[in-house]
């Protein structure tokens, strides 16, 4: 099948990146073995077996050459969703994005309209005091709440060890799961989580087993972290129909130095930077200055937007999960190898029952997959 490289005017539809999908392809738990996941390759377009569907996860191995290197984020999902009271005594839910200032924490609320400037809120644990907060304003953006919390609740360490205690992990509303909350404080966490700070997965971690890792070793594959701390922009549904102006929500990104020269190295070889996720493509593509025209080392926010007419600078493949219609991150896939390919490529996948969504089975994008860059 022959596919458009690049219409603008209808991949910049939001409309155009929808989907259908049967609801009982939407995961509500991983593989039993993370790395047994079921796994679809995506190659070159113009050859006859343009893709494959008999792989697993485990297969990605075969799929990388020595010297390659493997980029993760070792963010780790915070127990950001907290129940607290009222005043009046009835619970309302809020789920920890980012400091906004000193002790005051942006949080979204549900229902939010209970919550209003100036009212004092109680946070409970059968394992510890109770902590007065107070709602000292409301977010444009979000919607969201900013709440103060006590004092020494003033950084991610301090928040970290407070979610610890009072909160629980924050699952997306799509999985309908009767496990206990235990298995998901592992199960939705990757094997190499370590900066506390995500409110979401980075879901294509997740296939990524210590066996996995350890042989990509093996074979003299570098694997390397950076750190993007999922949050708001991820998850949020995209609110416009004319994406050509398309803002995101900013996320905290760490690309160091070590990382930073080892993809000057590659870029002079036939070597590839393969990011695990999307998470790690922003944080990837955030680190090229087009000022400078080089990589640099960056930790700060970010607020990249990748979508169809993007030129990648520093990745060259892609493992990934299935995601939701009308997603940013769909958008940015699409920038790799074209929304009218993935979308027909997402066809053929819910047809041979492929799991969608954080839980769900994944895709690797090759490096000859790529549109031109």
Known sequence: MNFKIHNKEIDHRLEAYDYSLDQSLIASKPSKVR?????????????????STNKYTKDLLAELREGDLVVINDTKVMKARLKVELENGKLVELLVLEKSDEFTWLCLAKPAKKLKINKQLNLKSPFAKD????ISGIDEETGGRFIKFPENINDLISMNKLLDIYGEIPLPPYIKSTEEESFHENSYQTEYACNPGAVAAPTAGLHLSKSLISNLKKKGILVMPITLHVGYGT??????????????????????????????????????????????????????????????PIAKYVDLVIKPGYKF????????????????????????????RLLDLYKKATKEKFRFFSYGDAMFISPDSFLEK
């Open 35 to 51: 790395h047994e996941s079921k796994l679809m390759i995506v190659r070159n377009s113009e050859l006859k077996e343009d893709y």
């Open 131 to 134: 902590i007065k907060l107070k």
């Open 235 to 296: 998850f949020k549904p995209i609110d416009q129909e004319d994406l050509s102006n398309l803002k995101l929500h900013k996320e905290w990104v760490s690309v160091s130095k070590k990382v930073v020269e080892e993809i000057k190295r590659i870029k002079r070889t036939d070597r590839r930077v393969i990011a695990i996720g999307t998470t790690s493509v922003r944080a990837l593509e955030s680190s090229y200055s087009h000022e400078m025209e080089d990589f640099i």
């Open 313 to 340: 600078k520093a990745v060259d493949g892609l493992l990934t999960n299935f995601h939701l219609p009308k997603s940013s991150l769909l958008l940015l896939v699409s920038a790799m190898i074209g929304r009218e």
